[in-house]
């Protein structure tokens, strides 16, 4: 492929958003959920290769939500990606991309969007590295069309336990499935390859429409996602009664040239939330409120427009470090996906299940997946996905464990990029394809070197 812009350094944009930002020395971290937080030895080189020879772990911007991006408590050398963040190749023609692995997904967008190229799967925050897509297997609002992020790579370079440092691909390595989705556990990500997608226009054609009731939710999900690429419902698990789950819908999909404005969408320079709020700061009864004010304020007319991509893909990037309001006792996210068909009576008792638990979910957000990819242990499968973020007290284990049995019951999974809470044995009991995973797992570490708070927690790993 055609080197264009070979080892061209860009000007870091993007803050490490972790809690600590300490180099070799011992501090706190923690993900986006400030759930749990652990003490580590965190490094940050341009080399990342160097500082992950005896590392247990590599992180990037720390948007797992509980302990994935953590290393197991003990003072352990953690790597973070964050200043191996260079751009190593752009073809203009195929839109093949090579990067380092703590390339942030912001400056990605900002670098090829006007030049007719967009990340073919995205999450709902720009704030992540490319590594750290991979590894979690990150999936979108088109997962339904476009699968998860690991089905657009094409390689990846990788330090693996034994310290070797190898290229894999899908032809070459049983190490490149297991990787996607693998959470990190398999090697430490350096370099990514992957293909892009070619846009028609830098803009997002937008339609969206209030939907009364949880039915309606399911129902016009599921019809959306048969016409557009982009698909993603903020419901409201608060309200009780007959408007339980009532949602905003949002379709979308890149619009045609003659739709588009002259010039590129503006990026925005977003402020940070200033504090850390108290934790008893943010109560049930505001969010009720925020929840109905936005569902009225859309109105009952479908709106229509073209909007910038930051505003389609990243609502929540809005205002930095948001994940502050939280307080102290921070928060999680349970984010399980539950099979289809949509019109199963499974989805309306989950939504019951939701009610009896008096679970606060404060924020909603359900989206359609489509069929699983080929990330060994990636999260998503043919059904509808529900993220429900929930602030921690004493009840959340209860809660989580509650949710857990019924997503076990009912052929479900969760997805580890958001956990903090989940049992062994219901990660067990969800997963018939870890035994696979971890076969190929211990074949390239057998002395289980990598680990993560997550895989002591989940896995069964030594701490
Ligand atoms: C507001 C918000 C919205 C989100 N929306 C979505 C969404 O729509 N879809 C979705 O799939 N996810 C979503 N996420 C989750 C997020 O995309 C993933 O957790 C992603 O992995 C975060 O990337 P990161 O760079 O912050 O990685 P970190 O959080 O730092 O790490 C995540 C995992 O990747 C591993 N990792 C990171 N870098 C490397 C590397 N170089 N080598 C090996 N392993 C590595 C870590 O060990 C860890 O297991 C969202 C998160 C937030 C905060």
């Not at 925020?290 to 427009?305: E, P």
């Not at 909007?307 to 809005?318: A, C, I, M």
């Not at 509650?402 to 009912?410: H, K, M, P, S, T």
Request: overall charge positive; aromatic content about 10%; some cysteine.
């Amino acid at each position: 492929m055609a080197h264009e812009t070979k080892k061209k350094f860009t000007p870091r944009l993007v803050k490490n958003a972790a809690p600590a930002k300490a180099s070799g020395r011992s501090v706190e971290l923690a993900g986006w959920g400030r759930y749990p937080i652990v003490r580590g030895n965190e490094r940050q080189s341009e080399d990342l290769a160097d500082i992950t020879r005896d590392a247990v772990l590599t992180r990037g911007l720390a948007r797992a939500y509980g302990d994935a991006s953590l290393p197991p408590a003990g003072d352990r050398n953690v790597a973070s990606s964050v200043l191996a963040d260079r751009l190593l190749a752009f073809n203009r023609n195929t839109g093949i991309v090579r990067v380092e692995a703590g390339f942030p997904l912001m400056r990605l967008n900002r670098f090829s969007l006007p030049r007719g190229w967009f990340t073919p799967v995205t999450p709902g925050t720009h704030f992540v590295t490319v590594g750290g897509m991979v590894a979690a297997d990150i999936h979108g609002k088109n997962h339904h069309v476009a699968g998860c992020f690991g089905e657009h790579v094409r390689s990846f370079k990788m330090r693996v336990a034994d310290g070797a440092i190898i290229e894999c691909n899908d032809e070459n390595h049983d190490l490149f499935r297991a990787t996607l989705g693998g959470m990190g556990l398999t090697g430490h990500l350096l370099e990514v390859e992957f293909q892009m997608e070619r846009i028609p226009s830098p803009w997002i054609w937008e339609e969206s429409e209030q939907l009364p009731n949880f039915e309606t939710v399911l129902e016009r999900l599921e019809d959306a996602g048969r016409e557009w690429p982009f698909t993603v419902c903020w419901s409201d698990f608060l309200v009780t009664g007959s408007n339980a789950g009532r949602a905003l819908l949002m379709k979308g999909r890149w619009a045609k040239p003659e739709e588009a404005p002259a010039g590129l969408p503006q990026w925005r320079s977003a402020p940070t939330f200033p504090i850390q709020l108290p934790s008893w700061a943010l109560q049930t009864w505001m969010m009720r409120i925020g929840n109905f004010l936005n569902y009225t304020k859309h109105g009952a007319a479908v709106r229509r427009h073209i909007v910038h991509p930051e505003t389609f893909y990243y609502p929540l990037d809005v205002i930095r470090e948001w994940n502050r309001v939280y307080g102290k006792r921070g928060f999680t996210q349970h984010q399980a996906v539950l099979p289809a068909p949509h019109t199963h009576r499974r989805h309306e008792q989950y939504l019951r299940l939701l009610h009896d638990l008096r679970a606060k979910v404060f924020l909603s957000v359900v989206k359609d997946c489509g069929d699983e990819g080929k990330g060994m242990i990636s999260f998503p499968k043919r059904g509808v996905s529900y993220a429900l973020d929930i602030p921690i007290d004493q009840g959340t284990q209860q809660v989580v464990d509650r949710l857990n049995d019924f997503v076990v019951a009912e052929g479900g999974r969760i997805y580890l990029a958001k956990d903090a809470f989940t049992r062994p044995e219901h990660f067990r009991a969800m997963d018939p394809r870890l035994d696979g995973w971890n076969e190929v797992r211990r074949k390239w570490d057998p002395e289980g070197r990598l680990k993560s708070a997550l895989s002591v927690r989940v896995l069964g790993d030594r701490a």
